[in-house]
């Protein structure tokens, strides 16, 4: 499994936002400052990590984006879902889709769903806070 890289500059962006104190107001030119994330991939994922419930966002003077809970409360899974949907490895764990050609003889797919529990689970375990650690 390898995150596209809009996933991948997701993460690094709210590790960014996670090293600013919480009370800290961020734009989306200064994450794309400090990450080297282009400015309109930036901007373009804060929409989207504000949608999903991971930032917050105030308008006018002072205004700019913030983390929407502590860094601890934030999981790597949670971020790869707000840019990418669920977590799913192959189509047949996706309820939503039923597209697959073997679908009607595959011994596997009943298997399946326990593989992406297990890479979902591990996902879920990585907080936000233990990413933002300066090593």
Do not use: W
Not at 39 to 63: E, I, N, V
Request: net charge neutral; glycine share 12%.
């Amino acid at each position: 499994m390898r995150l596209t890289s809009l996933a991948d500059y997701a993460v690094v962006m709210m590790a960014a936002a996670a090293r600013h104190p919480g009370d800290a107001r961020l734009s989306a030119s200064l994450l794309a400052g400090e990450t080297g994330v282009p400015l309109p991939t930036a901007q373009k994922l804060m929409g989207r990590l504000a949608g999903a419930g991971l930032l917050s966002s105030a308008r006018g003077t002072g205004g700019g984006f913030r983390l929407a809970r502590e860094a601890g409360g934030i999981s790597l899974a949670d971020i790869i879902e707000a840019v990418e949907g669920p977590i799913a490895m192959t189509n047949c764990v996706d309820e939503k889709r039923n597209d697959c050609a073997l679908d009607g003889h595959c011994q596997v797919k009943p298997h399946l769903s326990v593989v992406n529990g297990a890479l979902r689970g591990a996902l879920q375990g990585v907080s936000l806070a233990s990413l933002a650690e300066v090593k």
